[in-house]
């Protein structure tokens, strides 16, 4: 999953991107295949009227019950750097809210037991500035995702010579998002010093 470069700055690193738990597009893709289902099970009387007036239903609960949700779900983007929580949605009309990482007040997370199962929950995140609190639903790992920006947080805080993330988290990262995570651990920089610790 990618994230463009060009909106980091110079000195800010990408550790996560994510977007919101696959669960969410299930009815969506339900509903087409029963779409598809319904049309071709119209055209086996070989009524061309029936299949007409079925397909054109079919089309129209598809785009607005199928396709339209999941184009939402495919444009709503959670990215963590290490110096900001970037959200960034919409399909034709985009909008994104930053929240930097320094005004980072508190991170709760809430999850009832069908969520606990899936592995996903609403994180709930507190800031000093104007727009006071912010909820992120259906967050994969919402606790690990909880722990990363509370590490964040308190290294921005810290006196650090760099933006360079902590390897265990990085390490932590990786393991738990595979190919959802793109940052530090994943990045080719890493994956060329493992290759030169085996080569020694």
């Known amino acids: 999953m990618g994230f463009p470069q060009r909106l980091l700055a110079d000195d800010e690193k990408l550790v996560l ?23 071709v099970l ?3 009387p070989g009524n061309a009227v029936l299949l007409i007036i079925v397909a054109a239903v079919a089309v129209v609960i598809a785009v607005r019950w199928a396709a339209w949700p ?10 963590i750097t290490t110096r900001r929580l970037i959200l960034r949605n919409g399909v034709f009309n985009r909008s994104g809210h930053d929240m930097p990482l320094s005004r980072l007040n508190d991170v709760s997370f809430t999850h009832n037991l069908f969520e606990r199962m899936l592995g996903c929950g609403t994180l709930v995140v507190e800031s ?9 639903d259906d967050v994969p790992k ?28 990085a390490k932590s990262l990786d393991d738990a ?6 940052g530090p651990a994943g990045s080719g920089e890493s994956k060329d010093h ?3 610790e085996h080569r020694s």
């Open 70 to 79: 999941v184009l939402v779900w495919f444009n709503t983007v959670y990215a």
């Open 177 to 182: 998002f595979d190919d959802e995570y793109r």
């Open 128 to 136: 000093g500035g104007e727009h006071g609190q912010l909820l992120l």
């Open 42 to 44: 119209s055209a086996l």
């Open 142 to 169: 919402v606790e690990l995702v909880q722990r990363t920006l509370y590490r964040l947080s308190d290294e921005l805080r810290g006196v650090k010579d760099n933006d360079e993330l902590d390897p265990v988290l």
């Open 17 to 39: 991107v994510l977007r919101r738990h696959i669960s969410v597009i299930f009815v969506p893709i339900l509903i087409f295949v029963l779409c598809v289902a319904a049309v």
């Open 194 to 196: 493992e290759a030169g």
